[in-house]
């Protein structure tokens, strides 16, 4: 039963209510907007006003604490889950500039806790809407009622609602043995939260170290895979040579995902991008000399850019003794396995043969 000051406290939370909720919804509005100016991608966020029956409980167990609703920092309540724990920072600062925190009742719980213990980690501020994001002079209210907003990792939310399942807050004393599950648990996750940001961290230096060596025409130093693959591909290796085609009909160049392509050469035997640099320098003059054959009798206007590629492959295969067969698993690999492409594979031999692009000896 509430006492004549909680009452009061609840009459105020009620006739606000509609605030509330709009304060939630600027909040969560401009959380989102942060993240998606700063591409960061998260796991959820989300927001909710305290329910009457929550608070009544607060009331019940702490109105003494409370000389009026202002003094109760939850009512709005945000919640920032991230993938990574580097993560959690970077949207920490991008908070901090947007509204106003209350650095006296804003806790990192990630350093309360001693170095020999496991447990509840999450970064919570407590905060005001600044006039500046938001202002209605008909409810300067939603200026002056503070909320809160957590952050942490999707692994720390994970113990968080196993902690809080547990009835943490109830009466009921949990027993020491599952308070000491719990809390091995909190060190495992801590682990490999710790473990996926060093991945990810080791990941992003690779791919810059990728990055400068393509730059750089180090292409013998990279093994060909995903990364390096882009990386190459960014350099617009096949330029020339498809500029060189378009130029028998003058015609265009369209633009086409090249990224199937790094199955194929890997599927032929291509190791390394130096691999591909010399296919190009070997067989870049045979490519173009089939592209005249297959197109300068026609009217084409418009080409994809995978016409570079697709030739340097065909006619690496035919020289290398490939044969018919060597053409049609790249037709298949390329288009998915059909009847027409052993007919496609005959037809591009015999063009081959008929301008001397054969095995060699």
Known sequence: MLDMHCTMIMDEFNA?????????????????????????????????????????????????KYASLSDITDIVGCRVITFYSDEVDKIASLIESNFDIDWENSVDKRKVLDPDQFGYMSLHYICRIPEKLFKDPEHPEINQYRFEIQMRTALQHVWATAYHDTGYKSDVE?????????????????????????????????RRK????????????????????????????????????????????????????????KKIGFKTLGD?????????????RLAVLQIGGTDLDILAETIGPQNL????????????????????????????????????????????????E
Do not use: W
């Open 174 to 206: 949990v027993p020491r043995e599952y308070l000491r599950s719990l809390s091995g648990l909190a060190g495992v996750l801590e682990i490999a939260d710790q473990q996926f940001s060093k991945i990810i961290g080791e990941l992003a230096e690779y």
């Open 210 to 265: 990728v990055q400068s060596l393509v730059k750089g025409g180090k292409f013998d130093d990279l093994d060909l895979d995903g990364d390096t693959f882009k990386s190459y591909l960014d350099i617009k290796p096949f330029a020339k040579l498809n500029e060189k085609i378009a130029s028998i009909n003058k015609a265009e160049i369209s633009v086409q995902s090249m990224q199937p392509y790094l199955a194929i050469f």
């Open 276 to 288: 591909l640099e010399r296919l190009k320098k070997e067989y870049s003059d045979d490519a173009y």
């Open 16 to 64: 606000n209510h509609e605030s509330f909720e709009r304060m939630r919804e600027i909040i969560i509005n401009r959380i989102k907007e942060l993240l998606a100016e700063n591409s960061l991608l998260v796991t959820a966020v989300e927001g909710r006003v305290k329910e009457a029956k929550s608070l009544e409980g607060k009331l019940e167990l702490k109105g003494g």
């Open 313 to 360: 492959c065909v006619v690496y295969l035919i020289r290398n003794g490939y044969g018919i067969e060597g053409l049609i698993n790249f037709y298949d690999a390329l288009y998915g396995e059909r009847e027409r492409n052993h007919a496609l594979a005959k037809r591009i031999q015999k063009q081959a043969e008929s301008i001397d692009i054969i095995p060699a």
